[in-house]
Every structure is written in structure tokens, then in C-alpha cells.
């Protein structure tokens, strides 16, 4: 029995355990955070759903386990061609419900900017430990990353700007543990700061405020009445500025409420449409009492829109208190931890540099997801990775924690055969005496 689960879950046993932990969690809080999909139909569907992604995600994380380090390496032009592709691709093939971030196939919604993630964790690890010198990393390797990264990212950005910018910090971060000289990061932090206050005064000039929002979606569709009759034809009215920035105004939006601390006292709080999502996190967290109210038992899941995704965290809260916040958040860590003992133990910097790039990767999503459960940066569209319920995001970030444990397992065979080297002498004078 042991060696049949042994060949099943190949790696890291600390990596294992954390992905086990998760899904248990993930599993009982989706269960109770999806009670607003399920109040016309089965109240299990949604967390039977989730659950066969999860074993879907389980597969595809055993079977990348085994694959070797070193075909990770000749993937990079096929991944890197196709989430170019893919990305390009759904800004005419992906639009749903106004939005062009997901494909639709077969009923399944696919974001192609997961894949690119990984591509781009992919293509950095290949170009740092392709260009390492005594010294650090050559000189190039930045300008490479960045050629790579500036058009990856801004495809993403129009769409999921939050998605970008976590993407842009995970690789500025390996960048850094990749031995890039400072003097070089340093320039390159003047530069994103520059693009960071002009992309924010555009937001803040060319994004309309909640109101003026709401009044553009009434105009948006002009009823004409045709030939005297009751039958009406829709007239799209968009402008050019509005089809290049229509984020900027959901932008403005969200930085707007963030910066407004202003008390708002209970009979003046619109809890259905004036932040609801903050208002409703805020009241889960307050009325969790410290320690909580008990798997099953959340109150504001039923109000809180995407309760079981990016407010999923504010339920945890709510249901299992502080200590099961903290509990959630120290696995995050421990992942990250094991990531980079795991990585001190690869030979070569290819395997070390991915590993700690997939791990930042789904840690930093995590730590960004609670920040903004908890009030503390505005409210993006970000998931908890392998707790929010999700279809594809799931599935591919337990490719990426397959990656890891393929590395782990290279990494355990070369710290075992190094063993045996340093070992033999000594068995032989001890076989001699």
C-alpha cells in the first residue's frame, strides 16, 4: 500500500500536505459560501462541481509530479507561442458578458491569463539561469525578461489589471533572487513608478465616477422607435475613448471608494448596491467574534456577492475566527518556506528559479486576496488559489504545485546520491576497522 501511494503522490510529502489541507478547507467553506447559487436548485451542485475540478486538478498535479525538471525547459517557445496566442485571441473570441478575460468552451470558462502566468514564471527561470554569471546575472537578462514580460503583461493589464500587476511583482521579486544587479532594478523601480502615476492621473481624468457610470449604461442603448410602430431597434452609442478605457472608470471606482474613509453611519450605508461587497466582508469579519461562528454557520454569504470566490477569506473568518485566518494564511507561508528549501537543493538554476517563481506566484495572490477581504487594498477580482471555487484557475495551479513537487523530486535525488557519496568513504574505513 505504501508503495502504490508512493508512486501516487511523488515529491515532497510537506507540499503534499499543504495541497491536502487546502482542498479540505476550500471544500467546507464553498460549501457554505455558494448558498446563493443553489436557492432555486441542488444545494450540493456547486461544491460537487468543485469538487471534480479538484480531482481533475489532483490528476493533472500527479502526473506533472513525474514529469522531469529538465522537459520543463523545452516547453518554454510551445507555452510562450500559445498564450500570445490566446491572449490576443480573446479579445475576439472571449467576450462574456461584456468582458473579453475568458474563452467559453463547451460550457467550461477558460482565462488564457493563467496560463500566461506560468509562461511568464516559465520564460524568466530559463533566461536567469541561462544567463548567470560568478558575478550574478549578466547585464542582458533584464532587457530579455522585460521584452518578454512588457507585452505579456499588458494584454493582461486591460482586462485584470490586478492580475498584471501581481504578475509584474512576482517577476520583479525573481529578478531579485535571480542575482540582477540592484543599480539595474533600481532604474527599473523609477520607471514603473513614472508609469504608475500616468497610468493613475489617466484613470482619475479619463474614468467617470459611480454616477456618471450608471448614467452612461442608461445611455448606452437607444431605444428608436421604427416606422410608428411598438417595435424597437437597439443602437449601441460608444465612443472611441470608451472602447480603449472602459476599465478606467471601474478603476476610478474602486480607488475612489478605497480612499474614501469617511464613517458612514448604519442608516445612511446602502447595503445593496453602495459597496456592498466591503460593507458585507466588513460585517462577517466584526461578527465572527474572534472565534467564529462555525463551519456551516455564515450569515453573510447569503448577501456578500462572490462569497465562495473573492471574498471567500471573509467567510473564513466569520466561520472559524482568527485562529482559522491565521491557520489559512500560516499554510500559505509554510509553502513558501518549503519552496525555498526545496529550491537550496537543486543543482542547477533553472529548477530553483522556477520553483520559487510558482510559489511567489500563488502566494502573493493569496496574501493580495486577503489584503483586500480585509479592507486593506481595494477590491480587485482576485481568487484565494486553491480555495475560492474556480474551474481552470484550480486546475492549473495544481499543475504548477506539480512543478514544484517534479522539482522536489530531482532535487531529493540529487541530495540522496550526494549522500552516498559522502558517506561511502566512511563506510569503508568503518568496514576496515
Not at 104 to 127: C, D, H, R, Y
Amino acid at each position: 500500500m505504501n508503495k502504490i501511494f508512493g508512486k501516487i503522490f511523488m515529491g515532497d510529502k510537506v507540499i503534499w500536505m499543504i495541497f491536502m489541507f487546502l482542498c479540505i478547507i476550500s471544500v467546507i467553506e464553498v460549501y457554505s459560501a455558494s448558498s446563493q447559487l443553489t436557492y432555486h436548485g441542488n444545494y450540493a451542485a456547486p461544491v460537487i462541481k468543485h469538487m471534480g475540478y479538484f480531482f481533475g486538478g489532483l490528476a493533472a498535479m500527479a502526473f506533472t509530479a513525474r514529469v522531469p525538471c529538465r522537459y520543463f525547459r523545452a516547453t518554454v517557445p510551445f507555452f510562450l507561442l500559445l498564450s500570445v496566442v490566446l491572449l490576443i485571441g480573446v479579445y475576439f473570441f472571449g467576450a462574456i458578458n461584456g468582458g473579453y478575460r475568458w474563452y467559453n468552451i463547451g460550457g467550461v470558462s477558460f482565462q488564457p491569463s493563467e496560463v500566461a502566468k506560468g509562461t511568464l514564471v516559465l520564460v524568466t527561470a530559463q533566461i536567469l539561469s541561462a544567463m548567470q554569471t560568478p558575478k550574478g546575472a549578466d547585464r542582458k537578462a533584464m532587457s530579455y525578461i522585460l521584452y518578454i514580460t512588457i507585452p505579456i503583461a499588458g494584454l493582461i493589464m486591460v482586462e485584470n489589471l490586478s492580475t498584471a500587476v501581481l504578475l509584474c511583482a512576482v517577476i520583479g521579486m525573481m529578478m531579485i533572487i535571480g542575482r540582477i544587479p540592484m543599480a539595474q532594478i533600481g532604474k527599473l523601480l523609477g520607471v514603473i513608478a513614472i508609469i504608475l502615476v500616468t497610468v493613475f492621473s489617466l484613470v482619475m481624468l479619463l474614468g467617470s465616477d459611480e454616477k456618471e457610470e450608471a448614467n452612461a449604461k442608461k445611455g448606452t442603448v437607444e431605444l428608436v422607435a421604427k416606422d410608428g410602430s411598438g417595435s424597437t431597434v437597439q443602437k449601441k452609442n460608444t465612443s472611441v475613448v470608451e472602447k480603449v478605457f472602459h476599465r478606467f472608470s471601474v478603476w476610478k471606482t474602486r480607488i475612489s471608494k478605497f480612499a474614501d474613509r469617511t464613517e458612514v453611519t448604519p442608516d445612511k450605508v446602502d447595503l445593496i448596491n453602495d459597496g456592498a461587497q466591503r460593507a458585507h466582508a466588513n460585517i462577517a469579519i466584526v461578527t465572527s467574534d474572534i472565534y467564529g461562528k462555525g463551519p456551516g454557520n455564515s450569515v453573510e454569504c447569503d448577501f456578500l456577492s462572490q462569497a465562495y470566490s473573492d471574498f471567500i477569506y471573509a467567510i473564513i473568518i466569520e466561520e472559524m475566527g482568527i485562529e482559522g485566518a491565521l491557520g489559512v494564511a500560516l499554510l500559505y507561508v509554510i509553502l513558501l518556506i518549503r519552496t525555498g528549501i526545496i529550491a537550496c537543493r537543486c543543482e542547477n538554476n533553472f529548477p530553483a528559479y522556477l520553483a520559487m517563481g510558482l510559489a511567489l506566484m500563488l502566494v502573493t495572490q493569496a496574501l493580495f486576496n486577503m489584503c483586500v477581504a480585509v479592507g486593506v487594498l481595494p477590491v480587485t477580482g482576485q481568487p484565494l488559489p486553491l480555495i475560492s471555487k474556480g474551474g481552470t484557475s484550480t486546475f492549473i495551479n495544481c499543475v504548477y504545485l506539480g512543478a514544484i513537487l517534479s522539482i522536489s523530486r530531482t532535487a531529493q535525488k540529487h541530495r540522496s546520491q550526494n549522500n552516498t557519496t559522502t558517506q561511502t568513504p566512511q563506510a569503508t574505513v568503518a568496514a576496515a576497522a
